[in-house]
């Protein structure tokens, strides 16, 4: 979405979590070339919305004269992380690094996520992510403190998260380490997908976040997780449109094929990468694999021939979890997974359908009780769901998408304009 016409989007524009490695456009993705542009001022940030509620009719009114995020400066910002010293460097990647520092006036522990000017993230990615955590709120999206837009400096802080990204602790375990639970895994799995559903069902319009990838999903002390990085969110299809079409962005291995095939992206484009991180936490594997062998170096290719056959869903538990698993909970969390990554994106469950299924594997649950996966999977079922909320919030998403691009604006003319047709209204 373009956002705040002060600003004017330059350098490469594909976006970089918060901890990890670097992202790289989804391989035959055109990335077209941007205009240099000055260093603009800083960006006026539209207001949190409350939690788990949709964004309000008269927001834009309220975001003209209440700004959640804060602004730092970079002076501030410097003292916090001790001038960007190597101690305090807890991530790094394309976008640019992560420090870990400590606000001088409250004494908050946060993580500052320092661009690089000649980075992989751009103006508009920095302002989509501000704009989307600004107006977002949930307990399972990463929480944004505030922003740096001093000159040509970019800089993000955001909640400090001491357990990094789920890939620090499935994918890339240290030595002595010990490997995530069952059902500690559920639980991350659970908690992503609550946060997804937010964005989905609950965000409005709806926002497709576009990225899910075990780096971008951070853990508190709790192991509670949280959606990361939303530098390449988009807002969601409205009233009759079933996409939106856009350049082909994200990670290779957790893109849904049809969105790499045509840019044509809707919120089964994350179900579809949720599935991928769902079987990577079954399996510990990652999604792409280079170091296997041919066969197992892509985990969908891999993992699809089991599918075929439940009596093998077994195979596909982590060797490190060493059996320490109900079998009737691993044989559902597989058969979620297979069914977010269904090649026809019709066929996918919707968010809150696996949230329902997975809210039945966490410590607790009834072995014999199975997850409600063929109710809320039913193909005609889930068309009819589908239909009948679009049809019923077609005009309220419409009206909705109207204002959110009005918030994007910084011409006191269009906010009077707002205003007056708010007034009117009322």
């Given at each position: 979405m373009s956002c705040f016409s002060c600003f004017s989007s330059h350098g490469k524009k594909s976006a970089k979590r918060l901890n990890s490695k670097k992202?790289?456009?989804?391989?035959?993705?055109?990335?077209?070339?941007?205009?240099?542009?000055?260093?603009?001022?800083?960006?006026?940030?539209?207001?949190?919305?409350?939690?788990?509620?949709?964004?309000?009719?008269?927001?834009?009114?309220?975001?003209?004269?209440?700004?959640?995020?804060?602004?730092?400066?970079?002076?501030?910002?410097?003292?916090?992380?001790?001038?960007?010293?190597?101690?305090?460097?807890?991530?790094?990647?394309?976008?640019?690094?992560?420090?870990?520092?400590?606000?001088?006036?409250?004494?908050?522990?946060?993580?500052?996520?320092?661009?690089?000017?000649?980075?992989?993230?751009?103006?508009?990615?920095?302002?989509?992510?501000?704009?989307?955590?600004?107006?977002?709120?949930?307990?399972n999206l990463v929480n944004?403190?505030?922003?740096c837009a001093d000159g040509d400096q970019r800089l993000l802080v955001y909640e400090y998260m001491p357990l990094g990204s789920l890939e620090d602790h499935l994918l890339d375990i240290p030595s002595g380490q010990k490997s995530l639970d069952w059902f500690t895994r559920m639980k991350i799995a659970l908690g992503a997908a609550k946060g997804l559903e937010y964005l989905h069902d609950k965000a409005n319009p709806p926002v497709i976040y576009r990225d899910l990838k075990s780096s971008n999903i951070l853990l508190d002390n709790e192991f509670v997780a949280k959606l990361s990085d939303f530098g390449l969110a988009k807002l969601g299809p409205i009233g009759d449109k079933t996409h939106v079409s856009s350049r082909v962005m994200g990670t290779y291995g957790y893109c849904a094929p049809e969105y790499q095939r045509t840019g044509q992206l809707t919120v089964k484009s994350d179900v579809y990468s949720f599935g991928v991180v769902l079987l990577e936490l079954v399996t510990g594997r990652r999604a792409i694999d280079t170091t296997r062998q041919n066969e197992e170096q892509n985990l969908v290719s891999w993992a699809e021939p089991i599918f075929k056959e439940p009596s093998r869903y077994v195979e596909l538990a982590d060797p490190f979890i060493q059996g320490d698993f109900p079998v009737k909970s691993l044989n559902q969390a597989v058969a979620i997974?297979?069914?977010?990554?269904?090649?026809?994106?019709?066929?996918?469950?919707l968010m809150s359908d696996v949230v329902s299924a997975l809210s039945y594997l966490g410590p607790g649950q009834n072995e014999g009780t199975g997850s409600p996966l063929?109710?809320?999977?039913?193909?005609?079922?889930?068309?009819?769901r589908e239909n009948h909320n679009d049809e019923e919030s077609a005009k309220e998403r419409q009206r909705a998408v109207a204002e959110a691009m009005e918030w994007g604006s910084n011409s006191r003319n269009n906010q009077m304009r707002s205003q007056t047709a708010t007034d009117s209204s009322e």
């Amino acid at each position: 979405m373009s956002c705040f016409s002060c600003f004017s989007s330059h350098g490469k524009k594909s976006a970089k979590r918060l901890n990890s490695k670097k992202r790289e456009p989804v391989p035959d993705a055109v990335v077209p070339k941007q205009k240099e542009a000055t260093a603009p001022p800083q960006p006026e940030i539209p207001r949190r919305a409350p939690a788990e509620a949709p964004i309000k009719k008269d927001a834009p009114k309220e975001a003209a004269n209440n700004i959640a995020a804060q602004t730092f400066t970079f002076r501030e910002l410097a003292t916090a992380t001790k001038n960007f010293r190597q101690e305090c460097l807890v991530g790094e990647g394309g976008f640019g690094r992560v420090y870990k520092g400590k606000l001088e006036k409250t004494n908050q522990v946060v993580a500052v996520k320092q661009l690089d000017r000649n980075g992989l993230q751009g103006n508009k990615e920095f302002l989509v992510e501000v704009l989307m955590l600004s107006l977002l709120h949930h307990q399972n999206l990463v929480n944004l403190i505030g922003y740096c837009a001093d000159g040509d400096q970019r800089l993000l802080v955001y909640e400090y998260m001491p357990l990094g990204s789920l890939e620090d602790h499935l994918l890339d375990i240290p030595s002595g380490q010990k490997s995530l639970d069952w059902f500690t895994r559920m639980k991350i799995a659970l908690g992503a997908a609550k946060g997804l559903e937010y964005l989905h069902d609950k965000a409005n319009p709806p926002v497709i976040y576009r990225d899910l990838k075990s780096s971008n999903i951070l853990l508190d002390n709790e192991f509670v997780a949280k959606l990361s990085d939303f530098g390449l969110a988009k807002l969601g299809p409205i009233g009759d449109k079933t996409h939106v079409s856009s350049r082909v962005m994200g990670t290779y291995g957790y893109c849904a094929p049809e969105y790499q095939r045509t840019g044509q992206l809707t919120v089964k484009s994350d179900v579809y990468s949720f599935g991928v991180v769902l079987l990577e936490l079954v399996t510990g594997r990652r999604a792409i694999d280079t170091t296997r062998q041919n066969e197992e170096q892509n985990l969908v290719s891999w993992a699809e021939p089991i599918f075929k056959e439940p009596s093998r869903y077994v195979e596909l538990a982590d060797p490190f979890i060493q059996g320490d698993f109900p079998v009737k909970s691993l044989n559902q969390a597989v058969a979620i997974a297979a069914m977010c990554l269904q090649d026809d994106a019709s066929m996918r469950p919707l968010m809150s359908d696996v949230v329902s299924a997975l809210s039945y594997l966490g410590p607790g649950q009834n072995e014999g009780t199975g997850s409600p996966l063929l109710a809320p999977f039913d193909d005609g079922a889930m068309g009819t769901r589908e239909n009948h909320n679009d049809e019923e919030s077609a005009k309220e998403r419409q009206r909705a998408v109207a204002e959110a691009m009005e918030w994007g604006s910084n011409s006191r003319n269009n906010q009077m304009r707002s205003q007056t047709a708010t007034d009117s209204s009322e």
